[in-house]
């Protein structure tokens, strides 16, 4: 089974010196009501613009699919 984008994006959390990724990931943890177990990009893209906390910028969620759909 291919893992969600929430299970691929918690391997950027809690680095020493935080970057946009991690910072990502760190509020994504923390928010309750993402979608964790999807792996559909209008879903979640949605969730991002309708609810998602200010540091879940959607530029930064747009690099990480990329990394997410390389795999």
């Keep these: 089974m291919e893992r969600s984008f929430y299970h691929f994006a918690l391997s950027y959390r809690g680095k020493t010196e935080a970057d946009d990724f991690s ?3 760190d509020a994504m943890f ?3 009501s993402f979608p964790k177990t ?3 990009f ?3 893209s949605r969730y991002l613009e309708e609810r ?3 540091i879940m910028k959607a530029s930064v969620f747009d690099q990480l699919w990329d ?3 390389s795999h």
């Design 23 to 25: 910072r990502f990931a």
């Design 30 to 32: 923390l928010d309750h």
């Design 38 to 40: 999807t792996s559909d």
């Design 42 to 44: 209008e879903k979640i």
């Design 52 to 54: 998602a906390h200010p």
């Design 67 to 69: 990394e997410y759909t």
